[in-house]
């Protein structure tokens, strides 16, 4: 595979930005190596700037669930930019983007659009903490909510260890404030309540964890969740980020059957562009300004070229049978690859949602953030490299889930499982 302009240009960047990236894991330091640069990307696929094609198993982590570069999405994109990039004032297409949330998350009583994810959740735990008058805030081992300081805090050994900052820079006085749980322990978000329930502010979850690999819930692990919030007048912030709108159209929420107080979401909202929403319960978001004193602002959100890509994405994904399929094929690839890692005699685990998985090179069943650290990190690696050199890309990093979209079906898998047949005895050989 000749890979030399990327080489340059990643040479070149590697002077200009730290690790020669914008977005840390895309560096590959994980997996060693140097990262592809992408020249263009259409349906299940990347194109490089060196002309390899790849099967994309990322989906720019998370947004492209109908496809690269559907012709739907760009069209949109591309009749509203006629018209101007940004307003400064309201424009339509908020509305209707508010409106097309609002039937599809009923929780979503009242929402803000923010530019990311991160903007989404710092708004939420803000809300949450004005709202209470409290200042803790609980969130869960192996969860990424963005790089807001008051996430950037270390999973502790215990449920009531107070958070220690895992990144300079975030100042102690707030990693205090952070309290860390084991996802899927009931007992122990019990015990945390029992003692500081009533400093609770509130607590933020991915619902399916997709930042630790992919952990899905224990039965009745949310709704435990939402009972203790409840009990205790604590805030629960679903973080649907990354599960919003992909698991089902309604997200983890409809999923579980567990209705948050606010949730965020961002990816899929956006169809590629830069945005990212909060909302919930009405009573709360009115204490947004400037109807209320919590203060929340943006001069691109809402903008109409981005709620014009994320509408036109959530069109494509409300299509009858939409998700059906893409939870099918999310089983045809998990099972291919576990048959192909069987016939190479390694022991490999899925996990595995509408059109979200895990893949872990352990023999144990995945439950838990522990059991995702179980995974042989060296023998991802070896796989990964071994997948890119045949045309597959999954995420460089053994701790991402990966992304199918609606474009991936039969051509793609056959692909995929005659490649992973051979990368996964190099990754046993290793
Ligand atoms: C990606 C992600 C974020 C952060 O979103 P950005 O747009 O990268 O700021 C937050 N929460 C979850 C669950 C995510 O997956």
Known sequence: M???????????????????VNSPVRAFKSVGGEPFFAKRAEGAYLIDVDGNRYVDYIGSWGPMIAGHAHPAVLEAVARTMRDGLSFGVPNALEVTMAQTVQRLVPSMQMMRMVNSGTEA????????????GRTLLVKFEGCYHGHGDSFLVKAGSGALTFGLPNSPGVPKALADLTLTLPYNDFEAATKLFDEVGSEI???IVE????????????????QHLRDLCTRHGAI?????????FRVALGGAQSRYGVTPDLSTFGKIIGGGMPVGAYGGRADLMRQIAPSGPIYQAGTLSGNPVAMAAGLATLELIQAPGFHERLEANTHVLCDGLEAAARDAGIAVTTTRTCGMFGLYFTD????????AMASDANAFKRFFHGMLKRGVYFAPSAFEAGFLSAAHGETEFAHTFEAAREAFREARAG
């Open 201 to 203: 502010a509130g607590v």
């Open 2 to 20: 000749n890979t030399a302009t990327s080489h340059q240009l990643f040479t070149a960047a590697l002077d200009l930005m730290p690790g020669g």
């Open 364 to 371: 144990r069943q995945v439950e838990t953030f522990d059991d």
């Open 207 to 222: 619902p399916i964890v997709g930042n630790a690999n992919c952990i899905l819930p224990r039965d009745g692990y949310l």
């Open 121 to 132: 959740t710092l708004s939420a735990i803000r809300l949450a903490r004005g709202a209470t």
């Open 236 to 244: 629960l912030i679903f973080d649907e980020v990354m599960t919003g």
